[in-house]
C-alpha cells in the first residue's frame, strides 16, 4: 500500500536527509520549500532512484496564510514532519516585532494550522504520525535565541496536548529536539564558535542531519507504535 508524507522545509539540510530516508523506505513524498529552488531541484534528481512520487510545494510560512497553500495541494496523506525552521541570534531588546513574528508563524503558527487543515485525512484513515524537529532549546532556553526558544517550547507544548487530543483516533503525535547539527543554519557561527560548541557536547562533536532523520524513521515505525506525546532528544548528551 502506498504511504504519502509531507515534509516541510525539504530543503534545509534536516529536510532533506529525512527526504532521502522516506524515499528509501518507499515513502511518496510532498516536498515543501520556499526560496531553494535549486537545492529542491537537486533533492528530486537524487531521489529518483527510489522511484517514487515526488510533489513539490512553494510556499513561504512566515506569510500568514502560508499553510493554504501546502495543504491545497494535499491529497492522500500518513505522516506529517515539520522540518521549516529559522532563527534570529541576538539580544532580546534587539529584535524587531516583525521578526518576532515571523519566528512565530515558521515555527507555530503554520505547523498548528497545516496540522489543523490535514488532520482530517489521518483521522479518516485511523493511522498516521505528525512528527516536528523541534530544537534542544525549546527544551532548556538559549540565551540570544529567546525567541527561537520559545517557538521551539511552543512547538513541544502542541505535541503533548495534540497527542492526548488524538490518540484514540490511532495517530501518534511527536517531536524531535536536536542540539547543534551540521547544517546552513549553523553557518552564522565562525569555526571557533563551534569548536567551542563540541567542548560543550559531551559526545565532542556536532550532529548530523542523517542523525536525526533516523530519528524520524523510528517514530514512523511500528517499532514506536505505543510511543505518542514524547520528545526524542538527539543531542550527543548536550542536555539529558
Not at 509531507?6 to 534536516?14: N, V
Not at 520556499?34 to 529518483?48: V, Y
Not at 495543504?71 to 515539520?82: N, Y
Not at 503558527?109 to 479518516?124: A, H, R
Request: with cysteine; charged share 20%.
Amino acid at each position: 500500500m502506498k504511504k504519502y508524507a509531507l515534509i516541510t522545509g525539504a530543503s534545509g539540510g534536516i529536510g532533506q536527509a529525512v527526504a532521502f530516508k522516506l524515499a528509501s523506505l518507499g515513502y511518496h513524498l510532498y516536498l515543501h520549500f520556499n526560496q531553494n529552488k535549486k537545492t529542491i531541484k537537486e533533492l528530486l534528481r537524487s531521489l529518483e532512484p527510489f522511484g517514487g512520487e515526488y510533489t513539490t510545494i512553494q510556499a513561504n510560512l512566515e506569510d500568514p496564510d502560508g499553510y493554504k497553500k501546502i495543504c491545497s495541494q494535499i491529497f492522500s496523506l500518513d505522516a506529517i514532519i515539520h522540518c521549516s525552521g529559522n532563527s534570529q541570534y541576538g539580544l532580546l531588546v534587539d529584535l524587531k516585532q516583525e521578526e518576532m513574528e515571523s519566528l512565530m508563524r515558521v515555527h507555530v503558527m503554520n505547523p498548528v494550522m497545516i496540522t489543523k487543515e490535514l488532520l482530517p485525512k489521518l483521522i479518516k484513515k485511523r493511522s498516521g504520525n505528525v512528527i516536528l524537529i523541534s530544537s534542544i532549546w525549546g527544551q532548556t532556553g538559549a540565551a540570544c535565541e529567546v525567541v527561537y526558544s520559545t517557538a521551539k517550547g511552543a512547538q513541544i507544548s502542541f505535541v503533548k496536548a495534540l497527542s492526548k487530543e488524538i490518540a484514540l483516533s490511532g495517530i501518534r503525535v511527536n517531536a524531535i529536539a536536536p542540539g547543534a547539527v551540521e547544517t546552513a543554519m549553523m553557518g552564522q557561527f565562525t569555526e571557533e564558535d563551534k569548536q567551542l560548541l563540541q567542548y560543550e557536547i559531551p559526545m565532542g562533536r556536532l550532529g548530523l542531519p542523517e542523525e536525526i532523520a533516523n530519528g524520524v524513521k523510528f517514530l514512523l515505525s511500528e517499532e514506536s507504535s505505543y510511543i505518542t506525546g514524547q520528545v526524542l532528544s538527539i543531542n550527543g548528551g548536550w542536555y539529558t
